[in-house]
């Protein structure tokens, strides 16, 4: 077995360091990948004859990792971005439709007609929803984090369950609209309160009750 620099080991099957960890590769040795320097070659060739065979320092330390670690490599997740947040959906006509298999993460949907529409488990997350018209929509348990509903319009629609966290509600009309298990902060359920009234004509409830506003 030979010990090169910076402590990497070589023998004919195994491939170890000092922590004793133990490879089945092909028998390579590397050596200086701190000095921008990698030799690779079967076990039989001399170091001499090896150190003809020098690759660039990122080849080096990608073959380095690969062969210091049994662990996968990590697999990054790339955002989904909607059809809507790179080409404007604003004044667009949604009404009366399935849209359980869209999305609409971070999209421009200003003045959009959601009427009746069926956005159950929808993400809206980040959405500009301003002045939209979402009358009877579904919305049940959909994502509405950080969505922008100023001046919308939700009379009787359904929001069982949806996540509404960091989103606005500035003149938001909520007549009939069912708030049932949807989370929302102290101050936001104070001002929804205020300008809640009617029953949702499909669930039954009461808007107040389902923000759970005093009386």
Do not use: W
């Not at 929302?184 to 759970?212: E, F, H, W």
């Amino acid at each position: 077995m030979l010990q090169l620099n910076r402590s990497i080991y070589l023998s004919d099957t195994k491939l170890s360091s000092k922590g004793n960890l133990q490879y089945s590769v092909p028998a390579l040795f590397i050596s200086r990948a701190y000095n921008k320097r990698v030799f690779a070659t079967p076990s039989h060739m001399s170091l001499k004859d090896a150190s003809s065979a020098t690759f660039k320092c990122a080849a080096a330390v990608a073959l380095c990792a690969s062969l210091a670690s049994s662990a996968p490599l990590a697999v990054f997740a790339i955002p989904q971005t909607s059809t809507c947040a790179t080409e404007s959906c604003d004044n667009r006509d949604y009404s009366g439709k399935d849209l359980r298999n869209d999305f609409f993460t971070k999209g421009s949907v200003k003045y959009a007609n959601f009427t009746n529409a069926n956005l159950e488990r929808v993400t809206l997350f980040g959405a500009n929803l301003t002045g939209s018209n979402l009358t009877g929509a579904n919305l049940i348990y959909s994502d509405l984090g950080q969505a922008n509903l100023t001046g919308a319009n939700l009379t009787n629609a359904r929001l069982e369950g949806a996540i509404v966290s960091s989103a606005r509600f500035e003149n938001v009309i909520i007549e009939g609209a069912d708030f049932t298990e949807v989370i929302v902060r102290k101050d936001i359920q104070t001002y929804l309160c205020n300008r809640a009234s009617g029953t949702n004509p499909v669930t039954g409830v009461d808007t107040k009750d389902s923000l759970m506003c005093e009386y």
